[in-house]
């Protein structure tokens, strides 16, 4: 299975374990999404970073983006490539954009950006501006590869565009 369908998986899985329930806070969901996509990270055995004090799903806490996975190779010392970094912005428009500027200048292989959008035509208009930023970002890569999930309250359901 692709990395980002796995991944889609893995978000649907949280959504699904709380949609029927009361709403949770932004904090626990994001807390939620770093705990299944922290222990997706470490199965592959990669060094998960993104909650401090949870070793059965992260190593450690954020080094550099809300989440990401290290590789350091087999019995190195030495960072290798960051296989995923992930951005996690429910609040402004302001907010997405800069959590998604860090994601633009690094060099993971998949860039994860996680937001909320109140509707469908609210995300379409997010993933417009953010597509814009990737864009106009001169020193990026056409190998870059993003995953942009937008949690649309009029659904109260992920949507998702992938921006190779």
């Not at 429910?90 to 200048?105: E, G, Q, T, Y």
């Not at 990737?134 to 942009?148: C, M, Q, T, V």
Request: glycine share 10%.
């Amino acid at each position: 299975m692709k990395l980002t369908d796995e991944i889609k998986a893995a978000l649907g899985k949280v959504d699904a374990e709380h949609s029927d329930g009361p709403g949770l806070s932004d904090r626990e969901w994001t807390r939620r999404i770093k705990e299944e996509l922290g222990a997706m990270g470490k199965h592959k055995g990669y060094y998960a970073y993104g909650l401090k004090g949870a070793p059965e799903h992260c190593d450690d806490g954020e080094f550099m983006f809300d989440l990401c996975w290290l590789d350091y190779g087999q019995g190195d010392t030495w960072l290798k490539r960051i296989p995923m970094a992930m951005e996690c912005e429910w609040r402004s428009a302001d907010d997405i954009d800069d959590d998604f500027l860090k994601l633009v200048v690094t060099r993971a292989d998949l860039k994860v950006m996680i937001f909320g959008a109140q509707t469908h035509a609210q995300f379409d208009e997010i993933v417009k501006r953010l597509r814009q930023w990737k864009e106009a970002f001169e020193a990026g890569s056409p190998n870059d590869e993003f995953l942009l999930c937008g949690w649309c309250g009029d659904t109260r359901a992920f949507k998702f565009h992938t921006i190779p």
